[in-house]
């Protein structure tokens, strides 16, 4: 049995590249998945970027908002947000925290990875990222009612 440590006491308190206000760490990267923790701080964001492999964001506490593409949703504790291959995407908060398991399927850029490793460590807790693994996604958001911005964030 392997237990990989997540969370508070673990996190790499700078985040990866792109982000602002956003720490994190890596709970395993291999050859078809990268998966991460993100927690983001009040006003904290992952600015808009495209990746070259789909990616998951679950959200599992808290609440902000997240884009794809032309696309902006509010999204809370309990919801998943798929980030398609290529597309421009990004997620902050305005007055919550948030924290999010982010799963890229497909090797992850070695250099984002390394951002959020613990400091001091060289290697990835399941190896090297395979650079040539690369996967299909598309955006599936659905919201029982259309986003008023009065509302604020979910909690």
């Not at 990222?129 to 009065?150: I, K």
Request: hydrophobic share 40%; proline share 8%; net charge negative.
């Amino acid at each position: 049995m392997e237990i990989r440590r997540f969370g508070i006491g673990h996190r790499r308190p700078d985040g990866p590249p792109g982000t602002t206000g956003v720490s994190g760490s890596v709970v395993e990267s291999g050859p078809h998945a990268t998966i991460a923790e993100l927690a983001f701080a009040r006003g904290a964001s992952v600015h808009p970027h495209a990746n070259r492999n789909a990616t998951w964001f679950l959200v599992i506490e808290g609440g902000g908002f997240v884009r794809v593409g032309d696309q902006q949703a509010r999204v809370g504790a309990g919801e998943a947000v798929m980030w398609p291959a290529g597309e421009v995407h990004a997620a902050w908060t305005e007055l919550s925290e948030m924290r999010a398991i982010v799963v890229e399927i497909g090797a992850a850029d070695p250099t984002v990875v390394a951002a959020l490793l613990p400091v001091g460590s060289r290697e990835t807790p399941g190896g090297v990222p395979d650079a040539g693994a690369t996967t299909e996604g598309s955006l599936v958001v659905e919201r029982a009612q259309a986003y008023d911005p009065s509302e604020g964030e979910p909690v």
